[in-house]
């Protein structure tokens, strides 16, 4: 049977109209932008009130790291930077069991869906139990992550992650302990992942993450990637978030990050480079040519001081820049968009840098960073209402007080710069509501083994809400 959601506004191509609703066949997948339903049989549900739009795609999370938040910023306890705030973050890591991998994980992906997502990509790199050792199934933690977007009803791509040394001429860091596989390993363990599920699933996809360059030498990378093109998989690496690593780079290598993956031909329109911040314009170039897309993660790369990415420069040369919440810092995929154009805003002292690219509306540009993006970047048809991608959306109440007062030609840049989480309603994955009204129907539970885990790590006492 075919359901007909009905809104006061339908989100399409830029713009919002009315009188125009979403047909989703049984199997979840739009059928059409339709006036009205197909068959008196088709289910109709009237949204008055509400826009309809696109859910997003948070192209790269940590999920475990959700337990960073608020922990580590101090100087005291995190440092002065990126390198030092691991060790808050490897803390966590290291204290987890499965049960509580997958209870973090549920939060944060709670929050995500809450948020709007509808799809995440996860870049797991928990393997090993805390010792080092290898658990009986060498992908439970990988399987305790799915399992936990599936409780939540968000659709997950495990970006399982390749992480083999430490990084050039660096002792191991024991703080790192639960990330190590040999290569054969780490391909051994993907094969048995991927076997484990459908393909093309509608809930659960794979992808491949060579950690970085630091964690990853050229030989192994070009065996994994060898690996992921052989299965069409999408590939992802973290690159050019810290200049130590670039620095280190060209020490053992000669060449920068981007540098040696385009000579080495490891950039490709499935390769997804994570930041991306401190590449210059023939590094640029290399993307581009390469038709490879850009992950950028605003809200965490403020919070650790990692650097602007050149949004204008990217955007420029064609590549396409999809989003992501990783460390949890913040999880709201609006303002990682908004923050693209913002902090040109402050490095130029100019407004509204991105506006006008290709003739392209920034608010317009900035929607597809957030869905249709980073959808191509993990290989899943979703991120726009167009046949045969996944009814994955949102309601956004027109009345709520973030965006109240507004008209057709102006809701977009109202939706991307001012939007707050109480506008967004309900959330409906592969056409099924998975929050209604603001409610998930596993909150309470989801949070309240969460503030025992966080009371856990942290050996502190959560206070706990006076309004249950
Ligand atoms: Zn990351």
Redesign the pocket.
Known sequence: MNTFYLPQLLYSDGTFTSNRGLLVNGDGKVVELAAQADSPLDKVIELPGKALMPGFVNT???SFQRLVRGKSESRIVSGKDFWSWRGTMYHAAAQLNPQEIYDVARMAFLEMVLAGTTTVGE?HYLHTSPDGRPYEDRNLLSQQVIAAAQSVGLRIVLLRTAYLRSGYELPRDPGQTRFFESTRDFLLNMDALVEGFPANSAEVRFGVAPHSIRAVPLNDLEEIAAWSRARKLPLHM?VA?QIAENSACIREYGYTPIELLSRNHILSPDFTA??SIHINPSEIEMLSQAEATICS?PT?ERNLGDGVIAADLVMRAGIRVAL?S??QAQIDPLEDARELDYHLRLRDLERASLDQIEGEALASRLYACATVNGARALSVPTGEFIPDSFADCFTVDLDDLSIAGHSADDLLPITVFSLSRSAIRDVIVNGRFIVHDQRHPLQNEIVARYKEIHGKVWQNNTIESAHR
């Open positions: 790269h999370s940590h870049f973290h978030e994570v930041h993660c965490t992501g990783d460390s």
